[in-house]
């Protein structure tokens, strides 16, 4: 698969004032972002998280030309974003939290309409992603409401189909189901999913939603202190770090003997001993319920998955 966006020894310096006496301040030389390296095939999506202050806003500006890096080289879709900027505009889409791309006086219909002219797009492709965008984000009911008038949810869906409406090869989403409800995000990530599966787009997501990134990406890049600490899948990202699903299985009687299976460890038993909860460290859930039922008689059963925020967490708590 070609390569899409590509980083290599990327940096991005500030500098700060700060206090160095009762009147005088000092300057300070901070790195946002702090070599890193990244490749990103073509219609993979992405997710690309850590906690406030980490370097991600700021190495998506310098991915969409916003921002000038201080060393290092970046290409998107083959181009120089800062000086290939007009060009490389065209074949990305953005959505950034409270940037807008849609006229707020204006109904959706009329917003798109603009986006056509503006990036020149020919009508027959611009009414197909259209109609696509409306049958999966359910927008019919919502194209002749201005802007202003639409929640936050119903505005979100169409400031995503603003950045596709034009065909770019990579969006970049920050934050796309932040203060969404239930319902609104549901149908958010159904979309993504649908569009990620296609594969025809690039989709870097960043997000503090670990929901978001659980239930959309395979790939998953943590930053940290404008450094990569973890680029890899969740499941590697897990096993990093020790996390274990859980088996939870309520018996009619306790068992006679202990059921012991090789990978997997009692955690817990009940005050009653009729409640058992193990930790799976190499063991199959199936070998495991398969053991306990042939000891007594199953009344429930729960396979927990291990939180992403716990595992998150902790690497955050490491670094």
């Known amino acids: 698969m070609s390569t899409v966006i590509e980083m290599q020894g990327l940096r991005k310096e500030f500098t700060v004032r700060v206090r160095a006496g009762r009147l005088r301040r000092a300057k300070r030389t901070v790195a946002a972002v702090d070599g890193v390296d990244l490749a990103v095939p073509r219609g993979e999506l992405l997710g690309y998280i850590g906690p406030n202050g980490a370097g991600k806003s700021t190495t998506l500006k310098m991915l969409t030309g916003i921002l000038t890096p201080t060393a290092g080289t970046v290409r998107v879709c083959g181009l120089v974003p800062v000086p290939q900027r007009t060009r490389l505009a065209r074949r990305i889409g953005v959505v950034f939290g409270q940037r807008s791309l849609l006229w707020w006086d204006l109904p959706l219909r009329d917003s798109f309409d603009l986006l056509r002219h503006i990036y020149r797009v020919p009508a027959a492709g611009h009414a197909a992603r259209l109609r696509r965008c409306r049958s999966l984000l359910e927008l019919d ?78 790939r998953l890049v943590v930053i940290d202190n404008g450094r990569v600490v973890h680029d890899g899948s969740l499941a590697q990202l897990h096993q990093r770090y020790g996390s274990t699903r859980q088996v939870v299985v309520d018996l009619d009687e306790p068992p006679a003997e202990p059921v012991t299976v090789p990978g997997a460890r009692l955690v817990s038993t009940g005050s009653d001993g009729r409640r058992l909860t193990y930790a799976l460290a190499g063991a199959e859930a199936g070998e495991l319920v398969a053991r306990l039922a042939g000891a007594g008689a199953l009344r429930d059963l729960t396979v927990l998955e291990p939180a992403i925020e716990d595992v998150v967490t902790r690497l955050y708590t490491d670094r």
């Open 141 to 218: 009911g919502l194209l002749d409401t201005p802007v202003r008038q639409l929640s936050l949810g119903q505005r979100m869906r169409g400031e995503i189909t603003a950045a596709l409406l034009h065909g770019p090869e990579v969006l970049f989403l920050d934050e796309p189901t932040i203060g969404l409800d239930v319902v609104s995000k549901q149908a958010v990530r159904g979309f993504l999913a649908e569009l990620g599966a296609a594969g025809e787009t690039t989709v870097v997501l960043t997000t503090h939603d670990l929901n978001d990134i659980e239930k959309l990406c395979r």
